[in-house]
C-alpha cells in the first residue's frame, strides 16, 4: 500500500522563486511546498533550494524541467479554482 506524500507550505513572497529543487539529486521540483520528512527521489533532508522557472529552464535536465513546469502550473490552478461555495440548507 502507497502511503501519500505530506508536504511543508512555503508561503509564495512578493519577488521571491516559488520553485523549490532538491539539491542532492536535482530530479525532483516542487512549488510552494517541499516533501517532508525527505525527498522523494533521494531521501535528501533539508536540501532545497528557491529557483524561479527561468532558472531551472536554464540549467535543469529535460525531466527536472518538466517537473517544473508541472508543479508551477498545477499550483497556479489550485489558486485560481474558485472557492467552493457553502451548503445551503433546504427546509
Known sequence: ???KQ???SVPAKDGE???WVCMSCLSEAFCRKVPMPACP???GVSTYEAFTLAAVQDWGTEELIA???AAQ???EAIS???AT???ESVQ
Do not use: E, G, Q
Open 1 to 3: 500500500m502507497a502511503s
Open 6 to 8: 505530506a508536504f511543508w
Open 17 to 19: 522563486p516559488d520553485l
Open 41 to 43: 527521489t533521494c531521501h
Open 67 to 69: 517537473k517544473a513546469v
Open 73 to 75: 502550473r498545477d499550483a
Open 80 to 82: 485560481a479554482a474558485p
Open 85 to 87: 461555495p457553502p451548503l
